[in-house]
Every structure is written in structure tokens, then in C-alpha cells.
């Protein structure tokens, strides 16, 4: 009995031992579980960040893409606008020149025109003056006074005149 107890009782520290073998090994793969999900587990959180990160660079790209596409059409609109107004510009300056050249081309001829016409008149009424002189004194330096207000008018238009000619060649 001594002997068989003997035996029952290695044979049961035997299973012990086996299952303490076979407890330690399943704590082994139970702790190497535990780390593998702990990796999944860091892995999934990166990823989850990592997704989160992206949608926010989205929203940030789809506003600054709306952002640019409206600065691009006030830049369009702008540009056509200014388009327009330089397009008024050349028409304006082309008006403007051949105005120059015309003027230029009369610059001396309304000057001339009008120094004759006065000249005339003075003389008309420097020989109405002349012949009446005896018995229209009165008469003849009242026309006297015309002639020369004439000839002053006649200057004052010159020179107003060539003023003009003179601002239009600075243009």
C-alpha cells in the first residue's frame, strides 16, 4: 500500500507538473496574445488617427480649392474688366491724336484768317476814318476806338490761340 500510494503520488506530481508545464506554457501564449493585441491595438489607434488626420487635410483642401476657385473668377472678371477699359483707352488715345493732327494742321490758319479779317476791318475803318475826318471827327475816333479794340481782340485771340497749339503739343 506504502508502494502504491508511493506511485499514486508521484503519478499525481507528475500530472501536477504537467499541468503546471502546460498552465505556463498557456500563460506564455496568453501573454504573447496579450502583446500581439496590444500592437493591434497601438496599430489601430495609428490608423484611426491617421484617418482622422486625413479628413481634416480634406475639409482644409475642399475650402482652400474653394477659396482659389473664387480668386480665380474675381481675377477672370477683373482681368476682363480691365481689358475692356484699356481696349477705351487705345480708342480714346487714337480719338485724341488724329484731334492733335488736325489741330496741328490748323495751327497756323485760324491765326492767319483772323489777322486778315482784322487787318481788313482796321483799314476800313482807317480810310472811313480818314475821309470823314473834317466833318465826323466825333464819328471817325469812335470807329478809331473799334479799330483798335479789334486789333486787341484780334491779339487776344492769337495768342489764346497759340496757348492752345502750344498745350496740345505737350499731349
Given at each position: ?43 489601430a ?13 480634406e ?21 476682363a ?20 493732327g ?5 495751327r ?30 466825333q ?10 479794340s ?22
Amino acid at each position: 500500500m506504502n508502494g502504491n500510494l508511493e506511485s499514486e503520488l508521484d503519478m499525481l506530481h507528475e500530472e501536477i507538473e504537467e499541468y503546471r508545464i502546460r498552465g505556463e506554457k498557456l500563460n506564455s501564449e496568453l501573454h504573447e496574445r496579450s502583446n500581439d493585441f496590444e500592437l493591434w491595438e497601438a496599430e489601430a489607434t495609428t490608423f484611426y488617427f491617421d484617418l482622422q488626420a486625413s479628413s481634416v487635410r480634406e475639409v482644409l483642401f475642399e475650402n482652400k480649392v474653394h477659396e482659389l476657385t473664387g480668386v480665380c473668377e474675381n481675377l477672370e472678371d477683373e482681368s476682363a474688366s480691365k481689358s475692356i477699359k484699356i481696349q477705351q483707352m487705345r480708342e480714346r488715345v487714337s480719338f485724341l491724336e488724329s484731334e492733335i493732327g488736325g489741330l496741328k494742321a490748323l495751327r497756323f490758319h485760324p491765326t492767319k484768317r483772323l489777322s486778315r479779317e482784322n487787318q481788313t476791318k482796321y483799314r476800313t475803318s482807317y480810310q472811313a476814318h480818314n475821309e470823314d475826318h473834317t466833318t465826323q471827327q466825333q464819328g471817325a475816333t469812335d470807329e478809331k476806338r473799334t479799330a483798335v479794340s479789334n486789333l486787341r481782340l484780334t491779339k487776344n485771340n492769337i495768342f489764346f490761340l497759340n496757348k492752345k497749339v502750344e498745350q496740345l503739343h505737350f499731349y
